[in-house]
């Protein structure tokens, strides 16, 4: 049974940092793109990043291009999330989410999701 479980939201001022952790089991994850994604209140999903589990090529929403970073620890089976200079509108739901083959903006070609995690920001 593939579980993601997401780790790691909280409260934290505007200009803080947070990191997020995504723990995969349940299956070899080799041949599988690793995204996050976020939803607000009264917002669609949105992109946020993703990562190749073997290559470790990313690519990032343009929106958090220079303020988040995405990374995985293979030893671990764990991607994570590095959320720096937050500001009030990263506010959200984020979610993990693992699709097979290359990476993908669509929420919609991810298979498995976890579960989420908040992440509130206070100005």
């Known amino acids: 049974q593939v579980q993601l479980v997401e780790s790691g939201g909280g409260l934290v001022q505007a200009g803080g940092s947070l990191r997020l952790s995504c723990a995969a089991s349940g299956r070899t994850f080799s041949g599988y793109a690793m995204g996050w994604f976020r939803q607000a209140p009264g917002k669609e999903r949105e992109f946020v990043a993703a990562i190749n589990w073997i290559s470790g090529r990313t690519y990032y929403a343009d929106s958090v291009k220079g303020q988040l970073t995405i990374y995985r620890d293979n030893a671990k089976n764990t991607v994570y999330l590095q959320m720096n200079s937050l500001k009030p509108e990263d506010t959200a739901v984020y979610y993990c989410?693992?699709?097979?083959?290359?990476?993908?903006?669509?929420?919609?070609?991810?298979?498995?999701w976890g579960q989420g995690t908040q992440v509130t920001v206070s100005s």
């Open positions: 989410a693992a699709g097979v083959g290359v990476i993908a903006t669509d929420y919609r070609t991810y298979r498995y």
